[in-house]
């Protein structure tokens, strides 16, 4: 069965501090894919990432960065030099490949709230 | 930049009544889903559709819930007898392939009074 874990509740940290939001998975499939979207307080959910389980290659996207671990399972989020426009709940999910239309697995969020 | 789009933003209906949730995925997606989020809570699959079928459904999605894709834009959910407990917000979602990006839409703010 699938689970993502996101330990983390909430967090809060001063603006420019770099913040980590960390992500677990399981799942007995070797070829899943792993997302990140955000949620702003306005509620949509904004895709910001998608990696394959065979592309171990961390990413850099601007302050975004994405560091993927098969050995521990983990597909951690880090934003550098945070700003208060990073605010927002955090979803890691999940989803196997195979036949047909793949359901996402989402973990419980981590609520990022950047102080001024 | 296409979009998915869900009407209304915000539907409050007595609790009985039958809600249809409508969606208009990306135009050239081929695999749809809903999901749900109870005020606070993750993020929750409902159902995925392909091919004017349902391919998987969740425990939540019982009898009360139907999906219909009535024309080749829009993409329904129905709830026949909505209950308390079906307050959330309901995303609709679409993807290009079954294991693309699935690309959500802003979301209905369904609540039962």
């Known amino acids: 069965a699938q689970k993502v874990t996101q330990a983390q509740t909430e967090i809060s940290v001063v603006e420019k501090e770099d913040v980590t939001l960390d992500c677990v998975y399981e799942?007995?499939?070797?070829?899943?894919?792993l997302f990140w979207y955000k949620q702003p307080p306005s509620g949509e959910l904004v895709f910001l990432i998608r990696r394959n389980s065979f592309d171990e290659q961390n990413e850099i996207s601007g302050r975004y960065s994405w560091n993927f671990q098969k050995s521990t399972s983990s597909f951690n989020f880090t934003i550098t030099a945070s700003q208060v426009v990073d605010s927002a709940v955090y979803f890691c999910a999940l989803s196997e490949a195979g036949r047909g239309a793949q359901k996402l697995v989402f973990g419980q969020g981590t609520r990022l709230t950047i102080n001024p | 930049e296409p979009e998915v789009t869900q009407t209304p933003s915000h539907q409050v209906t007595q609790m009985g009544q039958e809600v249809i949730l409508r969606c208009v995925p990306i135009s050239n997606h081929l695999y749809f889903y809903w999901y749900r989020q109870i005020l606070g809570q993750k993020v929750e699959f409902l159902v995925s559709?392909?091919?004017?079928?349902?391919?998987?459904k969740s425990e939540i999605f019982d009898d009360q819930f139907s999906v219909e894709r009535p024309d080749g834009s829009n993409f329904t959910l129905k709830i026949r007898s909505t209950k308390l407990e079906d307050s959330a917000m309901y995303f609709c979602?679409?993807?290009?392939?079954?294991?693309?990006?699935?690309?959500f839409g802003p979301g209905t703010r369904l609540t039962v009074l």
């Open positions: 799942t007995r499939d070797t070829t899943y894919y």
């Open positions: 559709f392909y091919n004017n079928e349902i391919s998987e």
């Open positions: 979602a679409s993807g290009g392939l079954p294991t693309d990006t699935q690309y």
